[in-house]
Each structure stands twice: as C-alpha cells, then as structure tokens.
C-alpha cells in the first residue's frame, strides 16, 4: 500500500472507526492482544527480552498491513476498520516497548556511571 494511500485509508477509517454514531469497539482478541503485551512488558527484565517484544509487535504490524491491503481491495471496509484498531494497539506496543527498551539502557548507563 503506497504512503498516500495508507494515509487515505488511515484518515477515512479515523472517521469510521472514531464516528459517534459507529461505537465500533475493539474486539475481544485484540483487547487480549495488547493486554498480553502490556503484560510482557512489564515483565521483561533486560534490553533483550523488550527488542524480542518489540520485534514481534512490529512483525505482527507488518502483517495487519497486509491484511489491511487486502480488505481494501476486497472493499471489506468493516474488516478495514477492526484491522485499523489492531494495527494502533500494535503500534502502541511497539512504542512502549521502545520507550522501555531506552529507559532500561539509560537506567544501566547511569548505574555504570556511578
């Protein structure tokens, strides 16, 4: 999916997705998803074990990508709108987990320090 386009389908989903008449809510798996991952960050001991879950999340973002491709182009606008919401969890999981990662190693570098 080219920039322009994803950015078409991100803006036109917003709408959908964040409509006040649609109360499209996130649905069960993908709640569990990121609860998971939360979970797993909070856990995560070491700079390894947060690239390992950021890693994975980005990989499943790659994928939704995808899925997101191909609802587009089976004009599957509902399914769009549910991988819309999956994809901004992974994303956040991804981000969080970046933002962990940074923390840890600067907590590591400042205990090094002295």
């Not at 390992?52 to 994928?63: M, P, R, T």
Request: hydrophobic share 45%; net charge negative; aromatic share 4%.
């Amino acid at each position: 999916m080219s920039p322009s386009l994803s950015l078409s389908v991100t803006l036109t989903l917003g709408i959908r997705v964040l409509d006040e008449e649609n109360t499209t809510q996130p649905p069960m798996e993908v709640l569990m998803e990121a609860m998971e991952f939360r979970e797993r960050l909070s856990e995560a001991t070491d700079s390894g074990a947060l690239g390992a879950i950021q890693q994975e999340a980005q990989g499943l973002a790659n994928d939704v990508i995808g899925l997101m491709d191909q609802s587009w182009k089976a004009k599957d606008f509902d399914r769009l709108a549910e991988l819309t919401l999956r994809l901004r969890y992974l994303a956040r999981a991804v981000e969080e987990a970046g933002e962990a990662q940074a923390r840890m190693e600067r907590e590591a570098f400042a205990k090094a320090q002295g």
